[in-house]
């Protein structure tokens, strides 16, 4: 049908085009959840395969609470040592990476934006995420790179006023 979106038509995913869940958050779930919570597997009755399914949650109640990472029984539990229990991905699972933690926790407390653009959140992100969102869409073919945020000459000079070095983080 004309007009229709598909996988084939869309246009390379770019820091400029990328939407929240669609593009930042469901390849981290895809990639290391879905095995596990998605629609053929649903340990504790939990799907993370989709939006819906996500605010939705399990057998536990809601997997997240957009806008309260501290009541999130998702981010509680990949935040626990490895050697917890209740860790999540479980021991012999692909695990999150820290930026990829980090992600998802930003993500629950910036409220879970479904289909907003990424550029609406990235000058607010902690530096980890936003250099993982760099990362993500500097790709060949000409993707944008995600824009560090701008200190004003003010700014910087209140930090150099209070004794603090600016450095960059690589």
């Known amino acids: 049908a004309a007009g229709v979106q598909t996988a084939a038509n869309r246009q390379p995913t770019t820091a400029s085009n990328a939407r929240m869940f669609r593009d930042v958050v469901k390849p981290v779930l895809a990639d290391k959840c879905v095995s596990c919570h998605g629609s053929n597997k649903r340990k504790g009755e939990l799907r993370l395969d989709t939006f819906a399914a996500i605010e939705k ?5 809601p997997a997240v609470v957009a806008g309260q ?29 820290a930026a990829e933690r980090a992600l998802l926790r930003w993500w629950v407390t910036i409220e879970m934006p479904n289909d907003k653009p990424v550029t609406q959140y990235q000058a607010q992100a902690p530096a980890q995420v936003r250099k993982y969102l760099a990362k993500q869409f500097d790709q060949p073919g000409g993707a944008q790179q995600i824009a560090e945020p701008k200190l004003t000459d003010a700014e910087i000079e209140k930090i150099h006023d209070q004794g603090l070095v600016l450095a960059r983080e690589l």
């Open 57 to 61: 949650g399990g057998e536990s109640g």
């Open 69 to 97: 990472p501290q009541n999130s029984e998702m981010i509680r539990r990949i935040f626990l040592p490895m050697s917890h229990d209740e860790h999540m991905a479980p021991e012999g699972k692909t695990q999150l990476t």
